[in-house]
């Protein structure tokens, strides 16, 4: 079975550009996050889907940050504009009808 | 509300021998607890979870973690360290009532002395 796919791994980019990361999730699962992990933390839900629709997005900066399922598969998750705090890895995460998240290997930020 | 304490940010332990990494929990509910890993530059990985059946839950590697209800913790252990078990670990917490919302908590970071 695939496991959940990201890309790009690595972004550099200058504070106040713009940026997007894309998510493949595992087939026939339903539900998708995208979660950010600062340096010496632990992941942080930005939002999750439920086929297409917003489940919860209550950590998502809205001034900034925007996230879209279209047809309830790939996700994209942007940011524009970035700041250097936003600087952080990733994540994508997808799950089933269990608890069970599994998730793909990140796409690694910097903001200079 | 739910959150989880990781009592260790760092944990060095010589090869072969015992492994402890502890956790306690907060939640409103019956909840569902999980550790992850994460290897440098890769993804997080669910070592095992606990979903209120048995206590004593076995994991992938050997790992194997004990839900304490009435010390509010679920203790990772592993009998004998292994120099690839070297990477971050993560205890979680979800509410066990159909929010399937992870809270991590800060990570404890296994180094194994050769």
């Known amino acids: 079975e695939a496991g959940v796919a990201q890309s790009p791994r690595y972004k550099i980019i200058e504070k106040r550009q713009s940026v997007a990361f894309w998510c493949n999730p595992i087939?026939?699962?339903?539900?998708l996050y995208w979660y950010q992990q600062i340096l010496g933390q632990g992941p942080k839900l930005l939002i999750q889907?439920?086929?297409?629709?917003?489940?919860?997005d209550s950590q998502l900066p809205k001034d900034r940050f925007s996230a879209e399922r279209l047809k309830g598969v790939d996700s994209t998750l942007k940011i524009q504009p970035a700041k250097l705090e936003d600087s952080a890895v990733y994540l994508c995460?997808?799950?089933?009808?269990?608890?069970?998240?599994?998730f793909g290997p990140g796409t690694r930020l910097l903001v200079l | 509300a739910q959150s989880v304490t990781q009592l260790d940010s760092h944990v060095s332990v010589s090869e072969g021998t015992p492994v402890l990494l502890r956790c306690n929990y907060s939640?409103?509910?019956?909840?569902?607890l999980f550790w992850y890993v994460q290897h440098p530059n890769k993804g997080l990985q669910l070592l095992l979870k606990?979903?209120?059946?048995?206590?004593l839950v076995k994991g992938i590697n050997g790992f194997e973690a004990e839900f304490k209800k009435s010390e509010t913790s679920f203790h990772l252990t592993k009998p004998s360290a292994h120099m690839s078990d070297a990477a971050e670990y993560f205890c979680?917490?979800?509410?066990?009532?159909?929010?399937?919302?992870?809270?991590f908590g800060t990570g404890t970071r296994l180094t194994i002395i050769p």
């Open positions: 995460a997808s799950s089933a009808q269990t608890e069970t998240q599994y």
């Open positions: 087939s026939g699962h339903a539900t």
């Open positions: 889907f439920q086929n297409n629709g917003v489940v919860d």
């Open positions: 939640s409103s509910y019956s909840p569902s």
């Open positions: 606990y979903t209120s059946a048995a206590t």
């Open positions: 979680v917490v979800s509410a066990n009532f159909g929010n399937e919302k992870l809270t």
